[in-house]
Each structure stands twice: as structure tokens, then as C-alpha cells.
């Protein structure tokens, strides 16, 4: 016989260990953020930031360039990984572009002013 | 009926002296303190009653839209009566016109009249009242008044209706004088209109009680109570001064009051100009004045958006929406405690992510 409120459950257990996971706690590795940055005159840039590893960062820059008629490149930084980098303001339309090709809105964070 | 005319007595023999002064004056009523100005145009048309009374105040055109229809109606009914009463009635109405001017103008007569208008919705009360008035003006025989009251009701039942809505509106008037004269204008203006003549019908009834009129009377007696609950509830939206943002130079933003936002967010700025300068990928210094020079060229509203945002992660509480948090750091990591609802949690680090390589390599350190 089993009483079913003395058995142990653990309700988080297929949650996994949240700090076990990621090296820092709170670290914005589930977030793709999306930045914008000032340059001289009008001219802005749009960085694209923790892409999850499934995405092949190099094709989903050319369908970027060639969506917004717009020149980037993939920049290697020793933190952040792979950024994929725009000329232009193109936060929104990234946005756009990735919820609609499957990526959960929640988890993409647009920056800047 | 006789027991509410003792209570009227008082205010009648107020009248008695001003309606002398009526029959002395029959076009100017100077007598009358309060408005003097009305009266005078009316005595310059003579027959002030259709024309010249409307204008002078909302209060005298209901009276009149009612004592035209009176007329009318008196003079529909009236043909088959005799002329004579025809003349004692118009007489009374002339008079029960400058009554009513009096009436919502005197300051002293309507707290008097104010209680039996709630007592009685009858209407053939207020047209009783009004024949007292005219008896007392004309100081004549009861037997004129008991003929006039007799015709009046035989005569005009149809009359009656319109009379309805001419003494009802007097009724609302008597209670926003009353409302005025009272001490908290507010509740007792608006109860007088639906509620408390509603309360005195329906209270006394057998019938269930609707849900609409149990929580009009709730409220009309819990705005009466504490009044102060009227004003406050809508006022507690969380409002902070919009920032002030000025342009030095062709590349540097000024933002001026950024220690007073702070002080209002109960934040330190440091920690709000570190989210602004990672928000904005940019950087920025505090001069001596206390403003925040920014680099780049940046708008109002741009700086708002930002600080909208940094409102809604690190200052309002997520749990209960109020704005009274407090933020502490421990053991480096940052955690806002709510003032209001006791909850604690911790807040997202402030991370400036990728800053891509912007103007001359030369000029950066690291590059």
C-alpha cells in the first residue's frame, strides 16, 4: 500500500539543475538579443547575438542580406560567440523574420531606443 | 398633507413678505435681492412669462417650458368653463412664475422645502404648495383658493402631467441648493437626483430590492461617509517628469535631469545610466552639473523608451505592479523588494553585450 502524499516527488526534476547548465547564473544564453548601435551621422548597426547553435549563423546572415538589401558580417568574439552584424537599423524586420521562421518571440529581446 | 404644512410655515411667511413686495410691484419684483437683473427685462416685456424668463437661467426656462404647457392645456380645457376662472387662473400662474424664480435664488428658502420634496414625489403636494403661495400673496379668501385648487385638479389631470415635470425639476433644483449649502457638495448632489427620493420609494415597499438600487445607495452612502475616496481612486497612475534631453555639440546628447528621475525611481544612477549607455550601445560621462552626456546623438523620446523599459525590469514590482520597490545588491547580484506587497526576487544583471567596432581602430585601446 501506498499513501500517494508520502511518496517523494520532485517537481522540478525534468527541469534539470537550472544553474548546473550554464556557467554564470542568470547568464543571457537563452536570449537572442538584438542591438543597435549609433555611427557616425545616421548611419546605424545592428548586431544579432546568441543565436541558438542549431541555426547555421552563416546562412541565415546571406538570407538576411538578402531579405533587408542590406551588407553584414559575421563577427567571432571571444565572449558573445558568433554576432551576425547589419548596416541599418533592421531590428524590427529580424524580429519579424525569426518568429516567423519558428523561433519563440519570448525568447528574442530587441535593445536600443 | 397636513403634516407636512407646518413644515413649509416657516418658509411661507418668508414669502408672505416678499410676495407683498410682489403685488406692490407687480412688473419689476425689486423686492427680490438675489436677482434683480432677470426681473427687470421681464418687466420691460411685461409678459415675461413666455419669452424673457427663459434665458436668465436654466432653473426658470423648466418652470416656463411647464407654465406654457399649463396654458395651453388651460386654454384647451378651459373652453367650456368660464372666463372669470380663466383670469384667476392665469393670475396664480403669473404668480407661481415669479415664485418660482424666487424660489431656486433664495438662499434661505430651500433647506426648508428641500426635506418634504424628498418625503412626498406626489405632485399635487407641490401644486398645493404653490396655491398656499398664492393664497398668502393674494391674502384672499380660502374659498378663491379652494375653487382654484378644485379646478385645477377637475380641470387639467392631463395638465397634471406636464405639471409633473414642472415641479419635479424644482425638486432637483431645491436639492442642488441644498447640495450647495451642504457641507460636502459632492455626495449630497448626487444622491438627491436618483438616490434618495429613490431610497424613500423603494424603502418602504415590499418588493425585493433591484441590485442597482442597492449599490447606488451603497456608494451615495460611502462617498457620503469618507469622501475622500472619490478623488483618490483614479490618481494613482505612476507618473515621473519626462526626461529633458539636449544636444551639445554634433555628437553628444545632454540629459539633464537624470538625477531627479532617479531620485523619483528611488534607484541609484548609477545603476539607471549603466542600462541607459547598455540599452543605447553607447557611453557616456557625468559632467559636473550632475547631467549625463551621452555620446551619440540621441531623441527625447528614444531616451523615454528606454527608460520606460528600464521602469518595467527593475523598478515596478512584478507581482503587484506598484512602483515601490527597493533594489539591493548582495553578493553581486542585484534584488528588488517590494514595498507594498513584501515580494522579493532578483533581478536580471545589467549586461552590455556585443559592442561592434565603431570609428577609427586607432583611436580604441584594445583594437
Not at chain 2, 410676495?19 to 411685461?46: C, K, N, R, W, Y
Not at chain 2, 475622500?228 to 497612475?237: E, G, H, I, V
Request: aromatic share 6%; charged share 30%.
Amino acid at each position: 500500500m501506498s499513501v500517494q502524499n508520502l511518496t517523494t516527488f520532485d517537481p522540478f526534476a525534468d527541469e534539470g539543475d537550472p544553474l548546473g547548465d550554464s556557467q554564470d547564473v542568470g547568464s543571457q544564453a537563452d536570449y537572442i538579443h538584438i542591438r543597435i548601435q549609433q555611427r557616425n551621422g545616421r548611419k546605424t548597426l545592428t548586431t544579432l547575438q546568441g543565436l541558438p547553435k542549431q541555426y547555421d549563423s552563416k546562412k541565415i546572415l546571406k538570407a538576411f542580406k538578402k531579405e533587408f538589401a542590406c551588407n553584414g558580417t559575421l563577427v567571432d568574439d571571444e565572449k558573445m560567440g558568433q554576432v551576425i552584424q547589419l548596416q541599418g537599423d533592421q531590428r524590427a524586420k529580424i524580429s519579424n523574420f525569426l518568429t516567423e521562421n519558428g523561433i519563440e518571440k519570448s525568447t528574442i529581446k530587441v535593445h536600443g531606443f | 398633507m397636513a403634516s407636512e404644512e407646518p413644515l413649509f410655515d416657516p418658509t411661507l411667511k418668508k414669502r408672505k413678505k416678499k410676495q407683498v413686495a410682489f403685488t406692490e410691484d407687480p412688473l419689476g419684483a425689486d423686492a427680490d435681492p438675489t436677482a434683480p437683473a432677470p426681473d427687470t427685462i421681464d418687466s420691460t416685456t411685461l409678459n415675461g412669462d413666455a419669452v424673457d424668463l427663459g434665458p436668465t437661467t436654466a432653473h426658470e426656462a423648466m418652470k416656463e417650458g411647464a407654465d406654457k404647457k399649463k396654458e395651453d392645456d388651460e386654454f384647451k380645457a378651459m373652453f367650456g368653463d368660464m372666463k372669470k376662472k380663466k383670469k384667476k387662473k392665469e393670475i396664480p400662474l403669473d404668480f407661481g412664475n415669479d415664485s418660482g424664480t424666487s424660489t431656486p435664488t433664495t438662499t434661505t428658502a430651500p433647506p426648508a422645502e428641500a426635506p418634504p420634496a424628498i418625503i412626498a414625489s406626489d405632485d399635487l403636494d407641490f401644486s398645493d404648495i404653490k396655491k398656499k403661495k398664492k393664497s398668502s400673496k393674494k391674502k384672499a379668501a380660502f374659498d378663491l383658493d379652494a375653487f382654484e385648487k378644485e379646478l385645477n385638479e377637475h380641470k387639467a389631470k392631463a395638465a397634471e402631467d406636464e405639471e409633473e415635470e414642472g415641479v419635479e425639476p424644482s425638486t432637483h433644483l431645491d436639492h442642488l441648493d441644498e447640495a450647495e449649502l451642504g457641507e460636502d457638495p459632492f455626495a449630497q448632489g448626487e444622491a438627491p437626483v436618483g438616490v434618495e427620493a429613490g431610497t424613500e420609494a423603494w424603502l418602504k415597499s415590499d418588493r425585493d430590492y433591484t441590485y442597482q438600487e442597492l449599490l447606488t445607495r451603497f456608494y451615495a452612502s460611502l462617498h457620503a461617509a469618507n469622501p475622500s475616496l472619490l478623488s483618490s481612486s483614479s490618481q494613482k497612475r505612476y507618473t515621473i517628469a519626462p526626461p529633458s534631453i539636449h544636444r551639445e555639440g554634433n555628437k553628444k546628447t545632454i540629459f539633464a535631469n537624470v538625477t531627479d528621475i532617479c531620485k523619483k525611481m528611488h534607484r541609484q544612477p548609477e545603476h539607471v545610466i549603466q542600462f541607459l549607455f547598455s540599452e543605447m550601445g553607447t557611453t557616456g560621462s557625468v559632467d559636473g552639473a550632475g547631467r549625463l552626456v551621452i555620446k551619440g546623438r540621441f531623441q527625447q523620446k528614444q531616451v523615454e523608451n528606454v527608460l520606460r523599459r528600464y521602469i518595467v525590469e527593475y523598478v515596478t514590482c512584478k507581482t503587484c505592479k506598484s512602483p515601490d520597490t527597493l533594489l539591493t545588491k548582495e553578493n553581486r547580484i542585484f534584488f528588488m523588494a517590494c514595498e507594498s506587497c513584501g515580494s522579493r526576487r532578483s533581478v536580471n544583471p545589467i549586461k552590455s553585450g556585443f559592442q561592434a567596432q565603431v570609428g577609427k581602430r586607432s583611436k580604441n585601446k584594445t583594437g
